[in-house]
């Protein structure tokens, strides 16, 4: 379990202070260029999930979080005993979550800050990346080594 505690640990601190350094740097919808052309830090207030979706429901949106929090850190618990493979994926998902958590109950929003300059895509930030890390890598666990996968 410290495996996967740390990481949790780790990606949550991570997450919190860039968002703490990009709000002290940046005004709102304010950019900087990160990798010229491809990638500018552009601060932003998500009052919605991915896409904006449920713009305003901030309160329906944390209790999907405790729940995925909940639910993942059972699934992690069960998985004690699997490969650190496993239980770093549970760990990104919870992070991230967690991170995400964190804004809404503070802020009353989610700050993101990753705008990819080469694609119409919607900005976000670590704690979006972790928890899509971590459901690629579960699906494809899912597939290869549950039921079905071979």
């Known amino acids: 379990m410290i495996f996967s505690l740390f ?3 780790f990606i949550v601190f991570c997450d919190q202070i860039f968002k703490f350094w ?3 740097t940046l005004d709102l919808y304010q950019s900087a260029p990160l990798i010229p052309g491809l990638i500018q830090l552009t601060y932003v207030q998500n009052k919605g999930a991915a896409w904006s979706l449920l713009t305003g429901k901030v309160n329906f949106l944390m209790i999907i979080a405790v729940l995925a929090i909940a ?3 059972w699934q992690l618990y ?3 005993q699997a490969s650190k493979g496993l239980r770093l994926i549970y760990a990104l998902i919870i992070a991230g979550a ?3 958590l964190i804004d809404r109950f503070v802020y009353g929003y989610v700050i993101d800050m990753f705008d990819l300059m080469f694609i119409q895509f919607p900005i976000f ?4 990346i972790a928890i ?3 459901m690629v890598l579960l699906f494809g666990h899912l597939y290869l ?3 079905g996968g071979q």
Request: aromatic fraction near 16%.
């Open 7 to 9: 990481w949790i640990v």
């Open 22 to 24: 990009l709000i002290s």
């Open 71 to 73: 639910y993942f850190s």
């Open 78 to 80: 069960q998985a004690r």
């Open 98 to 100: 967690l991170g995400n």
């Open 125 to 128: 930030n670590l704690a979006d």
């Open 132 to 134: 899509c890390i971590g």
């Open 145 to 147: 080594y549950e039921e």
